[in-house]
């Protein structure tokens, strides 16, 4: 059979998913939102020039290595207008961000003159007596000496943090073209899920897919909406997939139901409404893998096994996530890691659970059954292991994803 490959798999889903619509925000709430447009700064930053240090302005020209001393005949604190302009051997007590008075061309910092009273509510003397040579330019912060007017700050498709809200906000930008979030569907479905709540009874599993997929999909910068669980019956798998498309979700995220058992309804609901695009992809874990619309809307049919699903999320949904959230899609880092120990793959691309040590050695973490969720909670690395490698010797390096 000729399943799928990884790449292709990726390629389809992309060239499917659409970027959301975008919208202006207010600056506060705009943290790990993407801009939908490039930022031009209006004005230069600084605006004006101004003192990096508390001290006293001064024209360079009248300091020399022997000793001087300015007539003080401004205080200008930060904040303040511009005061009246220095004349020779005249100075101005000035704080850290205050307006540079005219005339002057540098700041000798309080500490390097005679005046040691620097308390709060202390008045400026009448007179300040130094001992070098200033040059012009000391401790200066010049108009536009952080970035002119006109220059492009921040791209398009970029993901804001905390240090881009704040020069947006130097810039007076209150409010932000940013991308919308998109909304991510998810729902479960099978008989034997209950959820978390609920008491274990004969043959029965708690949901646990539902909840490590909206934390998964969080961490990508989406919204997971939460739909519960379909029972394993044409009907309840048709209604809650409605259910999601009315909802007018971005992306509608599945788990289980899409494999080949008797009671797998995923993949005839979708087609009836729909299309199915491709199922099946030459990987481990997750092969059982089905992607398509429902109603329009895109679909992810995710393996029910929870590692299956936790990898082919990783694999698939995250990069479909960054598409529609505006970003561009770019293929994760990978590490080079050095097995401890030799490792074999049955031949289908593989993410086999590891845990790396400081040193880049990878050891696997136990059984590698798509249902062992405790062997993935060990692991802080996938080892990817690429199609067509059946094994790999101790000490062999192999890429991995640090996870
Ligand atoms: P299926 O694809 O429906 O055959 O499911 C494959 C395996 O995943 C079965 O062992 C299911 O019980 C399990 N499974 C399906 N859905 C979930 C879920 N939401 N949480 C945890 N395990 C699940
Ligand atoms: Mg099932």
Redesign the pocket.
């Given at each position: 059979m000729n399943l799928l490959s990884v790449r292709e798999a990726q390629e389809r889903i992309l060239q499917k998913v659409q970027t959301v619509g975008q919208t202006k925000f207010p600056l506060e709430h705009a943290t790990r939102r993407v801009l939908a447009k490039d930022i031009r700064a209006a004005a230069d930053l600084p605006s004006f020039d101004n003192s990096s240090m508390d001290g006293f302005a001064l024209r360079s020209q009248d300091t020399s290595a022997s000793r001087v001393t300015l007539r003080v005949v401004a205080d200008v604190a930060a904040g303040a207008a511009p005061t009246r302009s220095l004349g020779p051997h005249e100075a101005a007590r000035i704080m850290t961000g205050a307006p540079l008075p005219p005339g002057a061309d540098a700041v000798i910092p309080v500490e390097e003159t005679d005046f040691t009273e620097r308390g709060a509510g202390v008045p400026a003397p009448a007179q300040v007596t130094l001992t070098r040579k200033v040059d012009a330019g000391e401790n200066v912060r010049t108009r536009g000496s952080d970035l002119r007017a006109g220059e492009t700050v921040l791209a398009k498709r970029h993901r804001l943090r905390a240090q881009d809200l704040g020069l947006l906000a130097m810039l007076g930008i209150a409010n932000v073209p940013v991308y919308n979030i998109p909304r991510i569907a998810i729902l479960?479905?099978?008989d034997?899920?209950i959820p978390v709540d609920a008491p274990l009874t004969e043959g029965k599993?708690?949901?646990?897919?539902?909840y490590a997929l909206a934390v998964q999909i969080q961490d990508a910068g989406a919204e997971p909406v939460r739909l519960g669980?379909a029972r394993?019956e044409r009907a309840a798998v048709e209604s809650l997939l409605d259910r999601a498309a009315d909802m007018a979700v971005d992306l509608i995220l599945t788990?289980?139901?899409?494999?080949v058992?008797a009671?797998?309804f995923v993949k005839e609901v979708v087609e009836s409404k729909g299309n199915l695009n491709f199922w099946r992809v030459n990987m481990r874990p997750g092969k059982?893998l089905a992607f398509g619309d429902y109603r329009g809307i895109p679909f992810v049919g995710l393996?029910?096994?929870?590692v299956?699903?936790f990898v082919t999320f990783e694999v698939f949904v995250r990069p479909a996530i960054e598409k529609l959230s505006g970003l561009e899609p770019r293929p994760r880092q990978r590490t080079t890691v050095r097995l401890a120990e030799a490792i074999e793959s049955d031949g289908r691309e593989s993410y086999l659970r590891a845990v790396v040590n400081e040193e880049g050695i990878a050891r696997l973490t136990g059984h590698q059954g798509?249902?062992n969720l405790f062997s993935l909670v060990q692991a802080n690395a996938l080892l990817i292991i690429p199609a067509g490698v059946k094994s790999r010797p101790a000490s062999s390096e192999v890429e991995a994803w640090l996870i």
């Open positions: 479960s479905s099978g034997e899920l599993i708690h949901d646990s897919n539902s669980v394993d788990s289980a139901g899409v494999s058992g009671f797998d059982p393996p029910g096994n929870p299956s699903a798509s249902g």
